[in-house]
T-cell receptor, first 111, second 113 residues
């Protein structure tokens, strides 16, 4: 049973436009959500996170939205840049326990 | 600042051979430590995590084992590798009781032939 899902394995966006990456989860006990960015042959790097008590967190070009009732979160990147091309992982945990990662979405930003 | 090291970066091993991957963290004390595997085209699978020296929790049954002989050292081992053990192995750490963010090492690419 996949507790964290990223239903789009890949996404292509034009440079300068908005990239929207989606993530759904099934475990209502999850209370903290994170996005990681991963380049080939490197470890993932932390990007942005959100606690379940919030519905939005913003850091520069990156914004994460959380809809608890729908068990859905999304990462918005505006404006998208070619250097944003990478695999993005959504992750969730409950009080620091039970870390679960989604399968990832490969984002390609086209110049 | 904190740094996490993993070695080797790449490894090619025959089926049935032993394995030892090492991970060390600098700049922090009593971290939570994790081993993940990313198989080709797949997400990150948590293999083991540790909240302290000698304390190891296993998430999936397999022919791998983990040990934490020192506070900032985490070792992934196998007595006999299988073809299915091929993948990208990642070590990560997080602050105990902190903000739940995990920080990853550079990874080890293991190919079992």
């Amino acid at each position: 049973d996949q507790q964290v899902k990223q239903n789009s394995p890949s996404l292509s966006v034009q440079e300068g436009r908005i990239s929207i990456l989606n993530c759904d989860y099934t475990n209502s006990m999850f209370d903290y959500f994170l996005w990681y960015k991963k380049y080939p042959a490197e470890g993932p790097t932390f990007l942005i996170s959100i606690s379940s008590i919030k519905d939005k967190n913003e850091d520069g070009r990156f914004t994460v939205f959380l809809n608890k009732s729908a068990k859905h979160l999304s990462l918005h990147i505006v404006p998208s840049q070619p250097g944003d091309s990478a695999v993005y992982f959504c992750a969730a945990n409950n009080y620091g326990q039970n870390f679960v990662f989604g399968p990832g979405t490969r984002l390609s930003v086209l110049p | 600042s904190q740094t996490i090291h993993q070695w080797p970066a790449t490894l090619v091993q025959p089926v049935g051979s032993p394995l030892s991957l090492e991970c060390t963290v600098e700049g922090t004390s009593n971290p939570n430590l994790y081993w993940y595997r990313q198989a080709a085209g797949r997400g990150l699978q948590l293999l083991f995590y540790s909240v302290g020296i000698g304390q190891i929790s296993s998430e999936v049954p397999q022919n791998l084992s983990a040990s934490r002989p020192q506070d900032r050292q985490f070792i992934l081992s196998s007595k006999k590798l299988l073809l299915s053990d091929s993948g990208f192995y990642l070590c990560a750490w997080s602050v105990t009781g902190g903000n739940y963010e995990q920080y990853f090492g550079p990874g080890t690419r293991l190919t079992v032939t």
